[in-house]
């Protein structure tokens, strides 16, 4: 049986920003601030490269530019969209199956991902030909 991309459900989330005269604090709740629990945080920076180029099976994932900019691009089989993130007071929401790659890493990008399983390598479609034969699409 064919999967469905998520490419329909990738969004910004704003996230809760508290501001005062020392600066501005954000806190967030696997559950409250974001439509999934948290297993797993990583962040990656001094980044020379494009990363990601997959598409998980199963985990639902926030990415965040903490400082910098970068683009990510997210596409299935019909479409490509390009996000832009360079604002730490916003993250995107990638759902499952959503081929996903990040690029144009700013030299001071620093990208922090909320994600809602453990890594499991396994459970990732690691080319774009595997994603599309999830799909049952051979666009």
Do not use: N
């Not at 990040?102 to 499991?120: G, N, P």
């Amino acid at each position: 049986m064919a999967m469905k991309s998520g490419l329909a459900g990738v969004r910004w989330i704003e996230l809760p920003a508290r501001r005062d005269e020392r600066g501005t604090l954000t806190v967030l709740e696997g559950g409250m601030d974001l439509p999934f629990e948290i297993r797993r945080i990583f962040y990656m920076h001094h980044i020379v490269a494009d990363r990601g180029g997959h598409a998980h099976l199963d985990t639902d994932q926030l990415v965040i530019g903490i400082s910098g900019r970068h683009v990510i691009e997210v596409k299935d089989a019909a479409r490509s969209i390009t996000f832009v993130l360079d604002d730490p007071d916003k993250g995107l929401y990638l759902p499952r199956m959503t081929f996903t790659t990040l690029r144009e890493f700013s030299t001071d990008a620093v990208s922090l991902v909320l994600a809602s399983t453990h890594y499991d390598r396994s459970r990732s479609l690691r080319t774009f030909k595997d994603y599309l034969a999830a799909l049952g699409s051979s666009a």
